[in-house]
């Protein structure tokens, strides 16, 4: 199912203009394909929603998250200190006008905000952060590549200040008790991140 499909099928649950899901889709198509955008795209999502179909049975409420996946990274900027916060809010002015329930609202926005901070207690949320860090624990080349990526993403940053924060990144994991909120992923993934983190800190 292509993206644009799945958002289709998610959103007519809860808009029933179909003008109205298309302009939604054009509008979130086009955050994610900015010219910047070298890791934080269409293809992130994409990752993440192959996840999101094999633990799906998981969730308590599975909308809730796929509207989360979408737009969790809407608003990407790499001067940016507030992505996470501001995709949340364009998140619920958005959705705002669908039927989703205030209290289906506020756990969206939590869903989104905890991407920022890596911290969840809900079970839904524990798996969204999860899905969303899934490439720490990928084999060696394909962090390799995700490293890569990023690096190019952020390519007006002066190396200095990019190695500062990168490593600041790295090491906020690497300090954690433990990357992954579940254990489903903790056991599947948990020693290959903190491999891959290490050998990107140590490169730096």
Do not use: C
Not at 170 to 196: G, M, W
């Amino acid at each position: 199912m292509t993206l644009k499909a799945r958002f289709i099928n998610l959103t007519s649950s809860y808009i029933n203009e179909n003008e109205s899901i298309e302009l939604l889709w054009n509008e979130l198509e086009s955050h994610y394909t900015e010219s910047h955008r070298t890791y934080h795209n269409l293809t992130h999502l994409e990752e993440l929603f192959g996840y999101y179909d094999t633990y799906k049975k998981e969730l308590e409420k599975p909308d809730l998250v796929a509207f989360a996946i979408f737009y969790h990274d809407i608003i990407y900027g790499i001067w940016n200190k507030k992505n996470e916060e501001d995709s949340a809010e364009k998140a619920l002015n958005v959705l705002k006008k669908t039927s989703l329930s205030t209290d289906d609202l506020t756990t969206i926005e939590s869903h989104i905000l905890a991407t920022k901070t890596h911290n969840a207690f809900l079970k839904d949320t524990q798996w969204m952060i999860d899905f969303d860090l899934d490439i720490l624990g990928s084999p060696i080349a394909r962090y390799n590549l995700y490293s890569q990526l990023i690096r190019k993403e952020y390519s007006k940053v002066p190396t200095f200040l990019y190695k500062k924060g990168r490593k600041k990144m790295l090491k906020h994991f690497l300090e954690k008790p433990f990357i992954y909120s579940t254990s489903t992923f903790k056991v599947l993934y948990e020693k290959q991140a903190k491999k891959n983190l290490q050998a990107e800190l140590n490169s730096l």
